[in-house]
Structure formats: structure tokens, C-alpha cells
DNA sequence: CCGATTCTGCACTGTTCGATCCAAAACCAT
DNA sequence: ATGGTTTTGGATCGAACAGTGCAGAATCGG
């Protein structure tokens, strides 16, 4: 053993996802993040060999956090079905609430990225692909879990809804990069339930 | 007067606006554009004055013809107001799966703005949100109409469907670049219209 | 305390970026 | 044709880019 590293990987990962975050892949450059993360290039690069797989890692982590998160609220037993999607769009509502800078919201990583890169780069849209499997899948069973409690009355079938759900939510998130303030991204929210329970 | 230009000015703005329609604003150079148009930059620059200015005018451009083509689908009084709407939300499922390359859409080059720019340049969030007036004010008017005819029986009043309705557009657009083929855009519209019609 | 190993700071690489300059070519009105 | 004006192509600018090389500092096991 040798030298240890004098920072914390996921605390660097953190900021380093906050900066592609606001500001997108290409318009970061790897000097702002030095500046962000108080490190120098040399280190960045002996701990995650370039920007492209540093800002992977990033996305990555990005997209455990947000799932874990959707997950442990939709698995939820304690509130109906019906309740959980509610809670889930409300949350969401809040949080680009809360993170809004100049009354613009930040939006979403992976939409975000969906948007920037998804086009050109494989390897991303491969990320990408495989986290809204598992967003689509969680969204499914909670529609399905809904509609044995009687409260998801549309009849359209559970992959369509999840399908509608998640198009909602990308909705909702450009809605407030594009400044809409919290009342009309909550009746977005409210207007989307309207479909599954019609 | 003197020598004249060799090049269309608004072929040349299609052609640039595909570009960062297709590459996004900061990963198009203006080499890639000089590239696509068959111009040196010095006419570029002579033209336009610089890459940024260029990009104004090519989302001008871009929002000014999406805004006629979708008025004048919205305005079309020879069908009723609801099935314009369904008319609207088919052709933009449309574009985007005639439009794909590799499985992927291009979605819109506003929804893509919105995202990469509109939080970090002011003059940009302030083009996006007259043209987002423009379509909201247009939403509007239709779902009004709408529930004259006695189709939109939605409770919720016209501003908030307009902005449901602009989100799900958005959210189809996001949903096609990030590789959602035509049943799964199609079930998004198709759910969406329910919301109006429940 | 020492030797092996790893990390860190700084200078530096070559490339590409947006933008400009200038001379030559092209055009129009007269 | 000629004079005035604009466009055009090519060279070029300084700055910023992603990434590297290296010397020395730091930390470990022994």
C-alpha cells in the first residue's frame, strides 16, 4: 500500500454530477471541475481516466440515487397504489420547486442527457435505455397494484401507462427548465392522474 | 450595390438548424457549419456576426415555421377541436418516428434549447418563453372551443390542460430520443387525450 | 527509518475553438 | 470600362480544450 487519496470518490462524484447537471456534458469543461471539486487534473484523471467515463460514473450514480429514491416511494405499502404515483409527481413538482435557480428549474440528468447525447453516443444511450427499463418496470407494477385496488379505472393496459407516466414526468421536468412556476407544473401533475383515473 | 450573395440566406438557416437540431448548440463548431452549408466562415460570420447570433436566428426560424404549422392544424375549423388536437399529437408522434436515425427521434429543437441553454442564457429563456406563450395561448384556444362542443369534459380549466397538454408533447418528444418506437409515443398520445375527454 | 508505491501540483503537449484580417475576386450602377 | 462596394477564401489569432509527463510529497508495510 501506498499513498492514500486525500478525498472522498462519491463526495467528488457528487459535485461533479451537480456540475454536468446544471450545465450539460459539453459546457463542462474538465478545468470547471477542478474548480467544483478543489482538485487537480492529475487527480481526476489517475481516479477516473477521462471526462467521458468520469461523467458515466456520474450519470450512473445519478441514476441509482433518483431510482432508489422512485423506488422506495412507489414499494410503499403503506399508502395506496393510486397515492404512491400522486406522492411520486408531487415530488418531483417539488424538488425542481426547490432546486430552481432564477426561477428556472434544473430538470432531470437523465433527461437531460436523453436530450444532449443520446443521439451520438451508444454507450449512454445504452445507460439510459436500461434505466428507463427499470423506471418503466417500477411505474408498471404500482399501475397494475392500482388497478387490482380499483382506483386505476383506465382501461388502457399498464405499459401504456407507465409509458404516459414517464413521458409526464420528462414533461414536467423541461416544463420547469422552461420556467413554469409550481402551480402549473402541479396541475401538469394533477391533470396526468385524471388519465389513469378517469 | 455590389457583388451579391452566393448562398440563400434561409437555406442556409435550414441547413444550420438541422445541424443543431441534430448536435446540439455547443457540440456543433462552427466548422461542422461551414461543413454542412458549403460556406467559409468568414461568409458565415459576415452574414451572421457570430455562431451565437446564428443560432438565434436558426431557432427563430425553427420555432416561427413549428408555430405556423401547428396554428394552422389548431385553426382548421373543418374538424372538431378535440380530433385537431388528436390530429396534433399524431403528427408530432409522425415526425419524430419518420424523422429517426438509428431508432432514436431528433425531438424538438425548443424541448432541446430549453434544455441545454435556457437555464444559462437569458436573451435564449427569453425566445423560449414568447414562443411557449404562443403555443400555450393556441392549446388553449382549442380546448376552449372544445368544451363548447361538449368534447372536452375535462373540469379543469383551459390554462391548465394547455400546459398538460405542451408537457406531454415535450415528454413524447424526450420519450423519442430516448429510443421509444411508434406504439409506445402513440399510447402516450392516446393516453394524454384522455385526460381531456374523461 | 526505509523502500516501494501512490498521489498530487505544475508545466506542458497538440488540437480545436470562435473569431478576425486581408487581399483578391465578383458584381452593380454609371 | 471604371469606381465603389461587398463577398469570398485562406491564413492566422489568442484562448481554451482534453489529456500527459514528471518530479516531489505523502503514506504505507516492513
Redesign the interface.
Known sequence: MARPRTFDEDRVLDTVMRAFW???Y??TSTRDLCEVTGLDRSSLYNAFTSKGELFRRALARYAETMNARQAELLEDRSRPAVERIRVLLARIVDDEVALA??G?G??CLT??T???L???DPEI?RM??RD?DRRLAGLRAVIEEGRRDGDVT?P?DA???A??L???????R??A????DRA?LE??A???L??LT?
Open positions: 446544471e450545465n450539460g459539453e459546457a435557480r432564477d428556472r434544473l430538470g433527461v437531460n436523453t436530450v444532449e443520446a443521439g451520438r444511450a439510459l435505455e428507463l383506465s388502457r405499459a401504456a401507462l409509458r404516459f414517464n413521458a409526464v414526468i420528462a414533461g414536467i423541461v416544463s427548465q422552461g420556467g413554469a402549473a396541475a401538469v394533477a391533470t396526468a385524471d388519465a378517469r
